[in-house]
């Protein structure tokens, strides 16, 4: 009678084991980018362009979609100012986000916005000025720091989750906006992380910088060494745009994510370019196969690109959003489940 009890049990335990190497319990959250609220790029804080209801609506959604974070940037235009009542409705935006029980991903710059071949000259130059040595301290001392401490003052740090200091840091050095290349970013991750660390509130918050993961992503042999470009980052963010759903990289990002002890962020994922079809099926695949391959990967958090995009008409970007034309899309509803699984 034991052994028969014992050979049972021996089942019931390598059945349970079998179960758990073939079917992981997903440690993955899948969250959304937002990144300017509608069709506001550069301005979307300004009272000209601010709308409070919008807002709530974004953070309303992220919140029925089971997800704890929205990404959202900052100074993604050429034109940087605290102007027009800016400060007061980034604070708003937070008090709105907590109201709601989400918290920011706070993206400062967009690199995609250097584009020296359209930008005017002054523009060009201003934005240069950004990534030199002494231009970066100015705009940490004059702008970043000033608006970190508005937000510790309002007793809102807690509703910024992390930082990005430059959306897709790697634009800047492929077209070449940083002189000195990836040892200039190094030294604007470095400087910035040191800087947001002083803000007593702040010195806890994770500081990353942004890049890119595709076929051609070149990046440095000793991206990830202490000595390399990464090395100040908190947490690597790495962004994908392929419609099979496929990491690059992915065994490498890995290897160095748990070598470091750092963890791995999809800051943005989406269908490729090559994939240009506005198609709910093609869309719906396209993020259950990001879910597997970035829990397979060990990323903690995967980031959708891009929430909502409520412009009418023919719109080629609204093929990423999870809702456009006025409806939510299938995907929506699929990361809604996941996340409440």
């Known amino acids: ?35 300017w609220f509608k069709n506001s790029y550069g301005h979307q804080y300004l009272d000209s362009s601010y709308d409070s209801v919008e807002v709530e609506r974004m953070f309303k959604l992220t919140h029925e979609a089971g997800s704890r974070e929205l990404r959202l940037w900052f100074f993604e235009s050429t034109q940087f100012s605290l102007k027009n009542n800016y400060v007061k409705n980034v604070l708003k ?30 523009n060009r130059i201003r934005f240069e000025r950004l990534f030199t040595e002494a231009g970066s301290r100015e705009f940490l001392k004059d702008v970043i720091l000033p608006l970190l401490n508005e937000i510790q003052k309002e007793g809102l740090t807690e509703q910024i989750s992390k930082i990005d200091i430059v959306n897709e840091g790697d634009v800047l050095i492929d077209r070449s906006a ?22 007593p509130q702040f010195s806890k918050t994770p500081v990353t910088v942004s890049l890119r993961l595709d076929p051609y992503a ?4 000793d991206l990830f060494e202490d000595q390399g470009t990464m090395a100040c980052a908190d947490f690597y963010d790495f962004h994908s745009y392929h419609t099979a759903g496929i990491i690059e990289q ?12 750092k963890p791995l962020v999809l800051g943005e994922f989406g269908q490729g370019y090559d994939a240009p ?27 959708a690109w891009r929430l909502s995009d409520v412009r ?18 299938p995907a929506y509803f699929f990361i809604r489940d996941f996340n409440q699984r």
């Open 93 to 122: 935006t937070l008090k709105i986000a907590r109201e709601n029980q989400v918290r920011v991903y706070m993206t400062i710059f967009d690199a995609q916005a250097y584009q020296p071949e359209v930008m005017g000259q002054v």
């Open 277 to 303: 079809q506005f198609d709910d099926e093609l869309q719906l695949k396209n993020v259950k196969a990001y879910a597997e391959h970035a829990n397979a990967c060990g990323f903690s958090q995967a980031f």
């Open 312 to 329: 009418d008409g023919h719109n080629p970007d609204a093929r990423f959003s999870f809702e456009a034309y006025g409806k939510l899309r």
């Open 218 to 221: 070149s990046f440095p042999p």
């Open 1 to 35: 009678m034991n052994w028969i009890r014992l050979f049972f049990i021996m089942m019931m335990i390598s059945v349970t084991v079998s179960a758990q190497v073939a079917h992981p319990q997903s440690l993955l959250e899948i969250a959304f980018n937002q990144a």
């Open 250 to 261: 992915c065994d490498r990002l890995s290897v160095y994510s748990k070598r470091h002890k």
């Open 178 to 199: 940083i002189k000195d290349g990836w040892g200039g970013l190094k030294r604007m991750l470095c400087q910035w992380k040191a800087a947001v660390s002083t803000i």
